[in-house]
Structure formats: structure tokens, C-alpha cells
């Protein structure tokens, strides 16, 4: 039996290996920030001026000038650097800078990716929040782009274009005339957004038809042609192939005896109407094994989709983040 | 042995992912491909362009999915546009113009400065909708499209003066990573005007099983996942000398880790089977 | 009627004016007409969605149910994404239309909602989807079991496309010459042959089987024979 506060010390030895396990990372990333060359995590932009002539609302003509931010390698900074410091080159506006939004930024990504990495340990605070905004920014962003894509152009743009065209659309065709059919969907809009009201949500159910109706119509002949007519004529290939006159490709007519008999076999076994036994049991069961092998196969590719996408995020953090790889050669100074 | 493989813990396993990920990357591993038929097919798709041709890219994915999409769409906005064609963007997916934003970034402006956004291409922006959207611009894109991403009006684009619909392009390009994508423009689209156009489809591994039986009479050209994507870098670097340019090695550069990672997996597999069935002996001898 | 009989009077009448565009030319218009309706229900739906979310992340928080600081964490992340995003914060003027100060583009890089999307949306997104490979290995060592004929097959296939699509399969048969009558069994060429027989075979008879079955619920809709979408009879 084990000492009473064993498991105390357990917890508190393991707190502890956390701990230290922290700073070590933070003194790391510190260091390497702070004291090596050439650092790590910054982006550096160039500030191109762009001046523009545009007419007020009262006729009146006016020149707009703003700046853009274009990002550029370290190497460009460290060279515009070097000319500056050698007097060949004057250095202020239109020189490379540190953007200090967007190196926070690279940091705040790294700290998130860390953040949603950590669950792979146990579910923790850091994750919970990462999670947190994950779903407050994605919801907000998708509202947003539904809102300037679509309602604006789409909706607005045709109920009220004169409006539209005079305040966030001016590049709108000036002949538009409204068209009042599209209070229909905009009707339907406000209704669907009753189900977040407390009472009267079968309001919502005359819009949802609509996408029902909609999604039921489309997809009925498109599937129909798409996917049976077209993948029957597809799936109907000569058993004797033949290369040129009178030479049979035994390879080619291999390969289509598999596919018309194997797709024969597949579609016997999805058929239920009929106990699989005897010649149809047999049938299914061919099936049955192409399918497996077919199945085999979308493992293996769904094997590859995601490993690379954790590729991804491996060199985003050891290149964008920690600076340790340099595939593009951005870092690379002469 | 055995009891510790039997009861481990899974971080384990996420350990070895992550080194077998990991390692290859800074070791910066890059190994040869064999290019596929159907990456060789979606190649000569493109080839096929002529100098002022139309093609639509649909930017039909995401972040979670620019990992093994990015790649292959650097590539096909490069030799589309080194073929002269007109490139016209747009997207069924919220976030797909701001990829689309980022690949003129990495190809067109560096590569192609002399491309003039309004005469050489176009970004038209994102619609909601799914395959509806489809349905509407295959006859008519001025019912959707009133302006482009940045508020311009479609009439005042030079490029989209004679472009009424889907119909009047010469090939479409959906680089896709689910729904709705590249199975929504084969069957809408391509089925619909099977002798109007061609089109190719850049996928990830999950969505490519599904659209292998499109190829070749619906889908004439289909790169599927990262492997493709490296199959095609190596066709575009071969032809168009490009080997010199980071951005276009982005998919042979990922490769190396992925075979580590898929002898991992093919290892974890054998090693689990064998563990099950000493413990299946265990249990019946017992 | 309103809450049961007029729906199904909607669906039917959208899908059979979708079903007659396609074969009466003269119809067509109405079909396109009411996409782009169904094209602006779908942006709502984005609203709908992200009201929902603040209705379900205020009442955890008015409740005090446990976790409800990070439900706080999630309506200030919503709120502030929202208010830059709708107000277009930092975002330049329109290049052809310089004098109007809302035309500019909403996603523009350098704005403060770009920042949001290249900063935090992408760098989560691409991390949740990551996440996934681990899980993958995960699951290969501890459930694959090849049990019986299907399982070996299955597991088979999976290892012959995991090798044959990387160079350790080139590297594994490369002892058998390009060009003899074995080239087939090198494993990058295995790997395509499977793929172009057995998985677009498999595929293909799914896909018809999906498409029979993605018929007949069409119909079933259209027809008002499934009324499962307009939820239970009392509400």
C-alpha cells in the first residue's frame, strides 16, 4: 500500500517538471529572439505609397494618397540596411521596417497552434481558450464575409441600388433599376432568423422549405445525370479490348473485366430486395471484397490528406515561427 | 515488450508522428516522383491553352486544407498564366478569396508582372450558395456577379465584356476540399456542357477516391492530393525550368516527410495486428 | 396551414420549377431566380449562425454553467471580429473609387480583419485539421485488426497505396525493371492500377447507389411523402 501523500507528491513533483519544463522553453525562446542572429519570428514590410485621383460628391476633383504594406524578406532589410549605413542609400518612408502588428501577429498564431497542439497531452486551459476564440472568430468571420459578398451586392445592391451604388458600391451599373421581387428573399431572410426568437419558430420553417425544395430539385436531375446515366456509360467498357487491328490488350481487358463485373458485383450486394444466397450470395460477396480493396485505397488516401496538413504546421513553426528552416532562402544574407 | 506495446499510451504515438514528421523537414528530405496519369492528363489539359483563352479557377478550399491544395494551385496559376491565358477567380468557399488573394501574391505579381488585374485576370470573389451557385453562372454570371472582390463593376472589367456565362470559357480549374467543389462543377457544369469546355480538379486525398470514376469522360484531368501536387511541380519544372524557385517545390519539399510518416503508419499497423494476435494466442492457450 | 401546409408547398413548387428548368428552355430564368433567392438565404443562414452562437454563449453565461469564462472569451472574440469586419477598420479606399470611404475591400490585406483571418482564423483552422494526423496513427496501431478476408484486404490495399505513393515503394521494387513484364508488380505502379480498377470500380457503384437513393429522397420531398425537415407536428 502506498504512503498516503504519495499521489500529492506525485501532482506536485509532475507541477513542478511542467514548470521548469516553461521556463526552459520561454529562456529558449528568449534567447534566440533576443540574442542570436538573426532572431527569430519578424516581418519585415517596405511601405508603397499609392496616390490616386478621385472626384468628391460635389464634382470636385481631389488626390487621395494612403500607403500599403508589402512584405519583404529579412534579406532585403538587412541590404537596405547595410546601403543606409554606407550612405548609399537615404533610409525613412519606402525603406524596409519592422511591422511590429505583424510579427505580434506570427507570435500569437505560434502561441495558438501550441495552444491547440497541447490537447494531444490532455485537455487543458490553454486549448479550451484557443478553442474559445476559434469559434467566436470563425462564426464572426463568416457572418461578415455573408454580409459584404452577398447581402450587400446580392441583396441590398437590388433592392435599393441608387443607395448602394452612393455609398459602398459606387462601381454598381447606374442604369440599375430596384427590383422589388427580391423582398421575397428578404422576407424569407428575416424569417429564418425568427428561430433565434423565444416564440413563433415555425416561422422559420417557410425558408428552410425554400432550401429544402431547392437542394431536393437540384440535386434530383443532376445526380440523375451525373451520377447513374453518365457512371453506367462510363462503367460499360469493351471485355475484349483491342490495342490495334486484329491485337488484343489482355492488360486493358483484365482492367474492364474488373470494373464491369466488380461494379455488377458492388451494386449486388446494396441490393436488399433478395436474400444474398446462391449465385447472388456469391455475387455480393465479390462485392463485398472490392469494396474492401476500394475502401483500403481511401484509407490510404485519407492517410495522405492529413499528414500533410500537420506538415504544414510543422514548417510554419519551424520556419515562420522559430526561423530554424529556410526553404525559400529568405533568411540567406550575403 | 508485449505488455507495454499492449497498454500504450497513445502520446506515444503522437510522439513518433511528430518526430517522423519533423525530421524530414529540417533535414529538408526530397525524393524523386513518378508523375501519374491522370497528373500527365490534367498537364496536357493545360497545355493545350492558347494565348487569350478563358480559364475559371473556383478556389474551392480553406486553411485547413492549403497545407496540400496551396501547392498544386502556385502551380496551375503559373502555367496557366505562362500559357497567356486569362485567368478568372473566384470561390464557393467564405475564405477562398483571400487564398485566392494569396496565390497572385506568390505567382502572378512576382512572376507575371506584365499581367494587368481587369485585362489578364480577374478575382470575382466569393458567393454563397453551393452548387445554386453553379446553377446560375453556367448560363448567366451577371445574375450573381454584379461586381468583382474589390466592388468594381462587372461591365467596367474589360476582360468580362464578353464573358456572359460558365459557357465561355475554355477551362475551368476547381481546386477543391470537400463540398461543395469539384464533384458539384463536374456534375453542374461539365456534365451539363460536357463539349463546352474541359476541366481539371485539383483535390486532397480524402475527396480523390470519389472522383476517379469522373475520369476521364467527365473530369479530364484530376491531381490528387500532395503526390500530385508533386507529380505536377516536377512536369511544370521540367518544362518551364522552375526548379530554382522555392514556391514551386512546395509539394516535392512536403513528400519527404510524408513517406516517413506513411512507414510510420505502415509499421504502427503491422506492430498493432502482431500485438493482437499474440494477445488472441494468449487468450485462447490460457 | 401555415406552419405544415405552406412549406410543403414551397418545396414543392422550388423543386419543381428547378426539375422543369432544366427540360423547358423558356423556364430556365425561373430556375436561375430562385438559386440566386436560395444563393442569399445562404449568407442568412451565416447570420443565423453566428446569432445562434450568441444567444446559446449569453445564456451560459447568465447561468454560470461551468466553463462559462470561456464562453465569454468566445462572445468578445465574435463581437470584436464582428465590429471590425462590418465597419471595415483600417481598411484603404478603393483604388477606382477613392472618394467613397466605405468602398474599399473589406478583406484587404494590412486591415484589421485580415489581421484576425491570417493571425488567428487561418493558423487555428490549419492546427484543428492537423491535429488529425495524430489521431490517425492513433487509431492505424490500435483498431486496424485484420480479422478476416475483408480486414486483410482492406489493410492490404492501404499498405500498397501508402508505400506505392511515396518513393518507398519506387525504392522497394525498384529490383524490378521498368520495362519487363513485371513492371506492374513495382509498387507505384500497383498502387495506379488498383486505383484505376478496384477503387474507381468501388467508387463508381457507390456513387450509383447514391445517386438511386439521393433520387428517390428528392422525390420523396418534393412529393411531401418525407416531412422530417418540418420537425414535429406540435410546434
Known amino acids: 500500500m502506498s504512503p498516503p501523500n504519495a499521489g500529492q507528491n506525485s ?39 499609392v496616390t490616386v485621383s478621385g472626384t468628391l460628391p460635389d464634382g470636385t476633383a481631389q488626390e487621395f494618397s494612403w500607403t500599403v504594406e508589402d512584405e519583404v524578406p529579412l534579406r532585403a532589410f538587412v541590404e537596405s540596411q547595410r546601403a543606409i549605413a554606407a550612405g548609399t542609400a537615404a533610409g525613412g518612408a519606402g525603406s524596409p521596417r519592422l511591422s511590429m502588428s505583424r510579427t505580434i501577429g506570427t507570435w500569437f498564431s505560434a502561441f495558438l497552434t501550441l495552444a491547440i497542439f497541447s490537447f494531444l497531452w490532455r485537455d487543458n486551459p490553454l486549448y479550451k481558450l484557443a478553442e474559445a476564440i476559434f469559434i467566436g472568430v470563425s462564426a464572426a468571420y463568416w457572418m461578415v464575409i455573408g454580409f459584404w459578398s452577398v447581402l450587400v451586392p446580392n441583396l441590398i445592391g437590388k433592392l435599393a441600388p441608387a443607395t448602394a451604388r452612393a455609398t459602398v458600391i459606387p462601381g454598381l451599373d447606374e442604369a440599375a433599376e430596384p427590383k422589388f421581387i427580391f423582398l421575397v428573399p428578404l422576407l424569407l431572410g428575416v424569417m429564418l432568423l425568427w428561430r433565434l426568437a423565444p416564440r413563433g419558430q415555425w416561422i422559420s420553417r417557410w425558408p428552410l422549405a425554400l432550401f429544402i425544395g431547392v437542394f431536393a430539385g437540384l440535386r434530383l ?114 | 515488450m508485449y505488455e507495454f506495446l499492449r497498454t500504450l499510451d497513445r502520446r506515444w504515438i503522437f510522439l513518433l508522428m511528430l518526430i517522423a514528421v519533423t525530421v524530414p523537414t529540417v533535414a529538408g528530405w526530397q525524393f524523386p516522383e513518378k508523375v501519374s496519369r491522370n497528373t500527365q492528363r490534367a498537364f496536357d489539359e493545360i497545355e493545350k491553352l492558347q494565348p487569350g483563352d478563358r480559364v475559371l479557377f473556383s478556389f474551392d478550399f480553406d486553411p485547413a486544407s492549403a497545407g496540400e491544395l496551396s501547392p498544386m494551385a502556385t502551380s496551375l496559376t503559373y ?29 502572378i505579381k512576382p512572376e507575371f508582372p506584365e499581367y494587368r488585374y481587369g485585362e489578364d485576370y480577374v478575382d470575382l470573389g466569393y458567393k454563397s450558395g453551393y452548387e445554386a451557385v453553379i446553377k446560375v453562372i453556367v448560363t448567366d454570371f451577371r445574375k450573381l456577379y454584379l461586381t468583382d472582390a474589390a466592388g468594381s463593376g462587372i461591365d467596367t472589367i474589360p476582360m468580362m465584356k464578353d464573358v456572359r456565362s460558365v459557357q465561355d470559357m475554355d477551362l475551368v480549374i476547381s481546386i477543391s476540399a470537400g463540398y461543395a467543389g469539384a ?38 484531368g484530376l491531381i490528387a492530393a500532395i503526390k500530385g501536387a508533386a507529380e505536377y511541380e516536377k512536369l511544370l519544372n521540367a518544362k518551364y525550368d522552375l526548379l530554382a524557385k522555392p514556391a514551386f517545390v512546395e509539394g516535392t519539399r512536403r513528400m519527404g516527410s510524408q513517406l516517413v510518416a506513411h512507414v510510420l503508419m505502415v509499421l504502427l499497423i503491422v506492430v498493432g495486428n502482431i500485438v493482437y494476435f499474440i494477445g488472441r494466442r494468449r487468450g485462447v492457450t490460457s | 396551414m401555415f406552419k405544415r401546409t405552406i412549406p410543403l408547398l414551397i418545396t414543392a413548387t422550388a423543386g419543381i420549377v428547378l426539375i422543369v428548368s432544366y427540360f423547358v428552355p423558356l423556364a430556365q430564368n425561373w430556375g436561375e ?59 484603404n479606399p478603393s483604388v477606382p473609387h477613392p472618394s467613397y470611404s466605405w468602398a474599399g475591400e473589406f478583406n484587404e490585406t494590412g486591415s484589421i480583419f485580415w489581421w484576425f483571418y ?50 518507398a515503394g519506387v525504392w522497394l521494387t525498384e529490383f524490378i525493371p521498368e520495362d519487363s513484364s513485371f513492371s506492374i ?30 433520387m428517390a429522397s428528392s422525390l420523396r420531398i418534393i412529393l411531401g411523402i418525407d416531412r422530417s425537415y418540418l420537425g414535429a407536428k406540435e410546434q
Not at chain 1, 13 to 35: D, E, M, Q
Not at chain 2, 202 to 215: D, E, K, N, S
Open chain 3, 185 to 214: 508488380l513495382r509498387l507505384e505502379n500497383l498502387s495506379e492500377w488498383i486505383k484505376d480498377t478496384f477503387t474507381t470500380t468501388g467508387t463508381r457503384a457507390i456513387m450509383i447507389g447514391v445517386s438511386l437513393g439521393v
Open chain 2, 183 to 220: 464533384k458539384e462543377w463536374v456534375q453542374y457544369a461539365k456534365t451539363a456542357y460536357p463539349d463546352t469546355f474541359s476541366m481539371v480538379a485539383g483535390c486532397t486525398g480524402v475527396q480523390a477516391p470519389p472522383l476517379l470514376p469522373y475520369v476521364p469522360q467527365q473530369l479530364p
Open chain 2, 79 to 107: 502555367h496557366a498564366a505562362r500559357r497567356g491565358a486569362k485567368l478568372y477567380f473566384m470561390s464557393l468557399w467564405p475564405v477562398g478569396p483571400q487564398l485566392v488573394r494569396e496565390t497572385v501574391a506568390k505567382v
Open chain 1, 221 to 334: 436531375v443532376q445526380f440523375f445525370e451525373a451520377d447513374f446515366l453518365n457512371q453506367i456509360a462510363s462503367g460499360i467498357q469493351p471485355l475484349v479490348a483491342v490495342a490495334s487491328e486484329q491485337t488484343i490488350s489482355y492488360g486493358e481487358s483484365f482492367a474492364n473485366i474488373i470494373g464491369v463485373v466488380g461494379t455488377l458485383c458492388c451494386l449486388t450486394y446494396f441490393f436488399f430486395s433478395f436474400e444474398h444466397k446462391g449465385v447472388l450470395g456469391s455475387a455480393s460477396r465479390v462485392g463485398i471484397w472490392v469494396l474492401m480493396i476500394t475502401f483500403g485505397a481511401m484509407f490510404g488516401y485519407t492517410v495522405m490528406g492529413r499528414i500533410v496538413l500537420l506538415v504544414a504546421r510543422i514548417e510554419f513553426l519551424l520556419n515562420d515561427w522559430l526561423w530554424m528552416i529556410d526553404p525559400a532562402s529568405n533568411r540567406v544574407v550575403s
Open chain 1, 11 to 49: 501532482g506536485q513533483n509532475s507541477r513542478l517538471i511542467w514548470i521548469a519544463l516553461l521556463v526552459a522553453a520561454v529562456a529558449f525562446l528568449v534567447y534566440r529572439a533576443a540574442f542570436t542572429t538573426p532572431g527569430m519570428s519578424r516581418i519585415y514590410v517596405v511601405d508603397q505609397p
Open chain 3, 118 to 167: 491570417e493571425y488567428t482564423f487561418k493558423p487555428l483552422t490549419a492546427t484543428m485539421f492537423a491535429m488529425l494526423a495524430f489521431y490517425v496513427a492513433s487509431a492505424a496501431f490500435r483498431a486496424f485488426r485484420a480479422k478476416n478476408i475483408e480486414a486483410i484486404l482492406l489493410l492490404g490495399t492501404a499498405f500498397l497505396i501508402l508505400l506505392g505513393r511515396t518513393y
Open chain 3, 33 to 91: 431566380n430562385v438559386s440566386v433567392w436560395f444563393d442569399i438565404l445562404a449568407a442568412m443562414a451565416f447570420i443565423l449562425g453566428g446569432g445562434n452562437l450568441l444567444k446559446m454563449q449569453l445564456k451560459k453565461i447568465s447561468d454560470r454553467r461551468p466553463g462559462w469564462g470561456y464562453g465569454a472569451v468566445t462572445m468578445v472574440a465574435f463581437l470584436v471580429t464582428l465590429f471590425v469586419g462590418l465597419l471595415k477598420l483600417g481598411v
